[in-house]
């Protein structure tokens, strides 16, 4: 790709799914402030959702109070974690949806997926009052949660329905797709749509989807493994690293990494984030942004179209 006049900055896109533990709230936090980064955060609504209250939420073809993922163990937990979305998007950060209740809706109809989209909406915008907390509901909360623009599928779990109803929703990105490397996002019908990149991995480079979890099935299969920590962050960071070196001398194309709120093989992926983050997200000429703020440079670059909207 050949860029007109000088490169521009290399982007870096670090984003976690689920956005469920709190502790892992306040380390990302304190991770992206010491190294001058901003995060997208893709969050889970029943994660707002205080077990006691469990009912209260049904999504598409399933009985009421069933989630994938779980629901928050006390209203304290629940309040607790409103609070740092809060403080999140106050920093700078992205907060996106990832459904609620963390189902695969590849078979889904677009009003399946509209439904759990509204039910997303629906359960942030009243969850400080469903928790009993409307006194502590900052102000700006509800125009914050109709603001939000970016939406990833569980399972990484796509279809044409899942287009459509995106659009039919205001979403202006989908963060749902995979790439063979790093790619300029392509606009569907008003929605942009990016992939998370293979990139080579390990001692014979194989291409793997650059996330945690799927270095976790490769490394370990999926059974926790801590003491091997130290080789599975080593492997990890040099994995980023490299391709993170690659656009970084070359094309400037944006990269993205993907995470969960789950501290896999003794938190190597998540050890690896942090070096990557401290080591790149300092220099002149890199920006560790938003999926928001990422579509503002590529529209300034000309890279997508002027009439998708960011969200910010």
């Known amino acids: 790709m050949a860029w007109a006049g000088e490169k521009p900055k290399q982007l870096l896109l670090i984003s976690f799914d689920g956005a469920g533990s709190n502790g892992l709230w306040a380390r990302s936090r304190q991770i992206a402030s010491k190294a001058n980064a901003r995060f997208t955060y893709f969050l889970s609504c029943t ?3 205080d ?5 209260s939420y049904q999504g598409p073809h399933q009985k009421a109070g069933r989630s994938n993922i779980g629901f928050a163990q006390t209203r304290e937990e629940a309040l607790a974690r409103l609070d740092h979305i809060w403080q999140a998007h106050r920093e700078g950060h992205e907060i996106a949806s990832h459904t609620c209740g963390h189902f ?3 078979d889904w109809t677009e009003q399946d997926w509209r439904t759990e989209m509204q039910n997303f909406r629906r359960v942030l915008t009243d969850a400080w009052g469903d928790l009993g907390a409307e006194k502590d509901e900052p102000d700006g909360w509800r125009a914050f949660v109709s603001g939000i623009s970016g939406f990833r599928a569980p399972y990484l779990s796509t279809s044409e329905a899942l287009n459509t109803a995106e ?3 205001g979403f202006a990105y989908d963060g749902s797709g995979i790439s063979k490397g790093p790619t300029l996002p392509a606009a569907r019908d008003g929605v942009l749509n990016f992939g998370l990149p293979l990139i080579p991995e390990g001692p014979e480079n194989r291409r793997i989807i650059a996330m945690d979890y799927n270095l976790f099935i490769r490394h370990s299969a999926g059974i926790d ?5 130290a080789e599975f962050e080593e492997r990890a960071y040099s994995a980023f690293r490299a391709a993170f070196d690659e656009q970084y001398a070359g094309d400037r194309i944006p990269l993205q990494i993907g995470f969960h709120f789950v501290e896999m093989n003794g938190g190597a992926y998540w050890r690896a984030m942090e070096r990557l983050v401290t ?8 920006g560790c942004v938003t999926y928001g703020e990422a579509i503002e440079a590529l529209r300034e670059r000309r890279a997508v179209p002027a009439q998708v909207r960011s969200g910010l």
């Open 279 to 286: 080591d790149v997200c300092s220099l002149p000429d890199v």
């Open 47 to 49: 994660l707002v959702i």
């Open 51 to 55: 077990r006691a209250r469990a009912k």
């Open 167 to 169: 659009r039919a929703e």
């Open 225 to 229: 493994n801590p003491s091997r920590a």
């Open 104 to 106: 695969d809706g590849k």
